[in-house]
């Protein structure tokens, strides 16, 4: 009697538990996002199935034994099973997600209790260098008249459970250790790494002190430092007033507002509302901030470039404001230089060299004194405003592009032409003395010459 040969399992089952593993495994340690992969490249496993499939019975075949690529009860209930925990895994990310967006986590779900915390002040050079490292909860760093540092606070624990509550409060700390030729200040016991706990506190150390502050979440406000700032946050609120060197902020959410700084300020990331004010140094913003953009007297001129605009202005003794599609800037005796695109752009008094291009948004300019220096505009599919003073000398040319040309001023040396399909151009000088050159451009808009009320 012939021997019968035992039937080998499908390679199916291993080989998806593998494929599995892999996408759990990077889901959890490398944040593979599970939703976008499997909505795209789902029909990748019935490929993979179909393959192995084939395999299994063409090697069936030359075995003589071609019921191994048999599709089994068996192999179905565990792809749908696989299938299913997978869905739930993304299901609790997209709960987890929009619970983020809307300010709040998981960690946060439950009756907040609150514990004060007793840290021991630390003796440390008067110009150390401090971190502050910090995962959740509302910080205030200032500086003192000592050479110390000193952390006071609570510990608030979220949680259902008095018990549960009062356990992880009694274990939650602050600790302050020597960081190579510095110190750092962090969470210790079960704050450290806990979403279910934040530390709301107030740090105190030297006024000559170099500060550099880490916040996961949590709002950050910072006064009265002599030396150099630099300010990391990752969600809330950044405010700083009062210091002295240079504040270097890092945005990823919340609002930022600094005042009365005498160093250099730079603003980056992505956020909320920014505003500046009385700055004796300059302001460089770089990123994407969504709330109106404020600035009041920098003296050293405002730097913001985000994907949208390009500005450069080098004094500003007023104020710069951008809101719902509307750019402004008043008073700045310096130069001005701006790319950007569909904002509706208002300028009044700027002093020194001008040059502007927009397209999609209506220019005004606003000269209460005469211009002493050129001005070069250009636009597309908008209309350009400006207003001189009566008494203003300048020259002018002026182009527009399927669309008229209106001056309220008159001159024998002013022309002013048009073309058949609309085209309009405004040469000359106007005035008894040299001034500066004014140049116009855009089209299917209009250009107005107005004099200064």
Avoid at 59 to 72: C, I, K, Q
Avoid at 198 to 218: H, Q
Avoid at 237 to 259: N, Q, Y
Avoid at 288 to 311: C, N, Q
Wanted: aromatic fraction near 4%.
């Amino acid at each position: 009697m012939a021997r019968l040969r035992p039937r080998s399992g499908s390679a199916f089952t291993g080989l998806l538990l593998v494929i599995i593993g892999t996408i759990f495994l990077l889901h959890n340690y490398r944040g593979l996002d599970l939703g976008p992969l499997l909505r795209h490249w789902w029909p990748l496993f019935l490929i993979v199935w179909g393959v192995v499939k084939l395999y299994e019975r063409t090697a069936g075949s030359s075995s003589g034994d071609p019921g191994t690529a048999r599709v089994t009860g068996g192999e179905v209930l565990l792809v749908l099973g696989l299938l299913s925990l997978v869905g739930i895994v993304i299901a609790a990310d997209l709960v987890r997600g929009r619970l983020h967006d809307r300010g709040v986590d998981i960690g946060e779900i439950g009756e907040t209790h609150p514990f004060d915390l007793d840290i021991a002040p630390k003796s440390v050079p008067a110009n150390a260098r401090v971190v502050v490292r910090w995962t959740r909860g509302d910080i205030t760093v200032r500086a003192g008249e000592t050479s110390e540092i000193r952390v006071t606070g609570q510990a608030k624990v979220r949680s259902w459970s008095d018990s549960e509550a009062e356990r992880i409060g009694k274990q939650a700390g602050v600790e302050i250790t020597p960081n190579g030729d510095g110190y750092e200040i962090h969470p210790s016991g079960s704050a450290e790494g806990n979403s279910r706990v934040a530390l709301d506190m107030e740090i105190v150390v030297p006024a000559k002190a170099t500060v550099t502050i880490r916040n996961e979440k949590g709002d950050i406000s910072v006064s009265d430092f002599k030396t150099p700032v630099t300010i990391n946050g990752k969600s809330g609120d950044i405010e700083v007033r009062d210091t002295t060197g240079d504040v270097s902020i890092d945005a990823s959410g919340g609002d930022v507002k600094v005042s009365d700084t005498k160093g250099d300020v730079k603003i980056s990331g992505r956020g909320g509302e920014v505003a500046v004010s009385s700055a004796t140094g300059g302001l460089t913003l770089n990123g994407e901030f969504v709330g109106p953009i404020r600035t009041d007297k920098i003296a050293k001129g405002v730097r913001f470039v985000s994907h949208r605009t390009d500005l450069t202005l080098t004094q500003l003794t007023g104020h710069l404001e951008t809101e719902s599609g509307q750019l402004s800037i008043v008073d700045a005796p310096g130069s001005l230089a701006l790319r950007t695109n569909r904002y509706d752009i208002s300028i009044e008094n700027v002093a020194g060299k001008m040059k502007i291009e927009n397209r999609d948004g209506n220019i005004n300019v606003r000269f209460s004194a005469a211009p002493k220096e050129d001005v070069e505009i250009t636009n597309a599919s908008a209309p350009i405003s400006v207003s001189l003073p009566s008494s203003a000398n300048f020259e002018v040319s002026a182009d527009c592009h399927s669309c008229d040309i209106d001056t309220e001023f008159e001159s024998g040396s002013l022309t002013k032409t048009s073309t058949k399909s609309g085209d309009s151009h405004l040469e000359g000088k106007y005035g008894a003395s040299r001034g500066p050159k004014i140049t116009l451009k855009t089209s299917y808009g209009s250009i107005a010459l107005t004099k200064t009320s």
